[in-house]
Each structure stands twice: as structure tokens, then as C-alpha cells.
């Protein structure tokens, strides 16, 4: 048996006969309650995560999967690289974006 943690999520893994495998998904959900989510089969594929991404939308926290995590990351990260003035790749990003409450006319080629 082998028990894979990450956050609130862990799998747990066991053998159920000789040579053969079985996987449930669980989940930590509110009032800390344990769930199972789903028995996942032998061809499930587990992935590397290499950001901790969160997307917040008007004080509300968005859930993203692993997938939009990592691609919001690194579209991120390679847009920064291209930065004048940036020397190293950053371990944190911040980005805020705020809708203007009428469009404005600014000059494309000055910074703010």
C-alpha cells in the first residue's frame, strides 16, 4: 500500500490480488471532511506540477485544475522572461488586472 499526498488531495493505493492494483482519488472538503472522489485505473497518469497558481475574480478564488495552473504559469513566466530589466527567472509573480470603468487613449510606445 502507498499513500501519495498533496495538499487536500491524497491517493491511496493498494493491492487488491496478485499483480493487480487499485487506486482511490480522495479529496479533503469542507468541515474537513474525507471524501472519495473516484477508484482511478491502472492506466491513470499522474503528472508533475511545478507552479502553485491561484486565480481570484472579484474576491472570489477560481478553481483550476492542474492543466490551467501550469499553463497560466507558464504563459506567465515567458511572457516576463522577455522583460527589460528582469536578470533571473522570478520565483513569485504577482499580476493584478483591473477593468478601467471607460477606455482611455494612452501613447502605445511610453510606461505609465
Do not use: C
Request: aromatic fraction near 8%; hydrophobic fraction near 40%.
Amino acid at each position: 500500500m502507498s499513500i501519495t499526498v498533496q495538499k487536500e488531495t491524497f491517493i491511496l493505493q493498494m493491492q487488491v490480488a496478485q499483480g493487480s492494483w487499485q487506486r482511490i482519488l480522495y479529496q479533503l472538503r469542507s468541515a474537513k471532511k474525507l471524501v472519495e472522489v473516484v477508484v482511478l485505473g491502472e492506466s491513470h497518469i499522474t503528472v508533475k506540477k511545478s507552479f502553485e497558481t491561484e486565480m481570484w475574480i472579484d474576491g472570489q478564488k477560481m478553481p483550476l485544475n492542474h492543466f490551467v495552473q501550469e499553463t497560466i504559469a507558464n504563459i506567465i513566466l515567458g511572457f516576463s522572461k522577455t522583460l527589460k530589466g528582469l536578470d533571473s527567472t522570478p520565483g513569485k509573480i504577482e499580476l493584478k488586472i483591473k477593468r478601467l470603468a471607460k477606455p482611455v487613449d494612452v501613447d502605445a510606445h511610453t510606461y505609465p
